[in-house]
């Protein structure tokens, strides 16, 4: 017997969402649109409204609900918008911005092996994910899915004047969520909450040694 998904996202937004300070009407009706079980391997569907990362790919991670929704709640995200996903794995998080009235650009690596969930006001870019989609650029929003050590110049010149980047970044050795905001090529962190988010590839910083 198949589980009560919708009521199992009833129970993700009023449990998960809501007291956590995930409150914006506009992205708790998308939380409420998007079947996530949808984004998920079928083996692992009945765990889909857990507050845990599933794995989607090899290595590769579908972002707990919590941590999401307070990313996006962050990024105050405006119908019209144009937003770039990096690592945007199987769709989840591209359903919900353009629930919401955003454009979006997907990018994920020629190496994904996970399914792709297409839908409209979506385009699927594949390439490395540390170079973004510069042709699409500029971009209102960056929204980067996993724990980077760094975000790159080429990642950050796209981005629009005023624009912003929400993530996981590793600020002095520890993992933060933050929202940046970008003004002449250069970003203005603020930094939230600690956040156990599994690392996307490409993004190691350069390590230098010490003799």
């Known amino acids: 017997m198949e589980p009560d998904f919708a009521k199992m996202r009833t129970h993700m937004?009023?449990?998960?969402?809501?007291?956590?300070?995930?409150?914006?009407?506009?992205?708790?009706?998308?939380f409420r649109s998007v079947p996530r079980e949808r984004y998920v391997p079928a083996a692992m569907r009945s765990f889909a409204y857990h507050d845990e990362d599933i794995e989607i790919a090899d290595g590769r991670f579908l972002m707990e609900p919590l941590t999401l929704g307070r990313l996006l709640s962050a990024a105050r995200v405006r119908a019209g918008e144009r937003v770039l996903i990096i690592g945007g794995g199987t769709g989840y998080s591209a359903a919900l911005l353009t629930e919401m009235g955003a454009d979006?650009?997907?990018?994920?690596?020629?190496a994904f092996s996970g399914d792709i969930v297409k839908g409209d006001g979506i385009s699927v870019s594949r390439g490395p994910l540390s170079e973004g989609v510069?042709?699409?650029?500029?971009?209102?929003?960056?929204?980067?899915?996993?724990?980077?050590?760094?975000?790159?110049?080429?990642?950050?010149?796209?981005?629009?004047?005023?624009?912003?980047?929400?993530?996981?970044?590793?600020?002095?050795?520890?993992?933060?969520?933050?929202?940046?905001?970008?003004?002449?090529?250069h970003v203005g962190?603020?930094?939230?909450?600690?956040?156990?988010?599994?690392?996307?590839?490409?993004?190691?910083?350069?390590?230098?040694?010490?003799?």
């Not at 979006?104 to 020629?110: D, F, P, T």
């Open 13 to 30: 937004i009023d449990s998960q969402l809501r007291p956590n300070t995930v409150v914006d009407p506009a992205l708790i009706k998308a």
């Open 104 to 110: 979006v650009v997907l990018l994920e690596e020629e």
């Open 134 to 185: 510069s042709d699409s650029a500029p971009y209102d929003l960056v929204l980067i899915e996993g724990t980077v050590e760094q975000v790159p110049a080429a990642l950050i010149e796209q981005v629009a004047e005023g624009g912003r980047i929400v993530g996981v970044v590793v600020e002095e050795g520890v993992a933060r969520a933050g929202l940046g905001k970008v003004y002449s090529g």
């Open 189 to 211: 962190w603020s930094w939230f909450f600690d956040a156990n988010v599994p690392a996307l590839p490409g993004f190691s910083k350069k390590r230098e040694f010490v003799f």
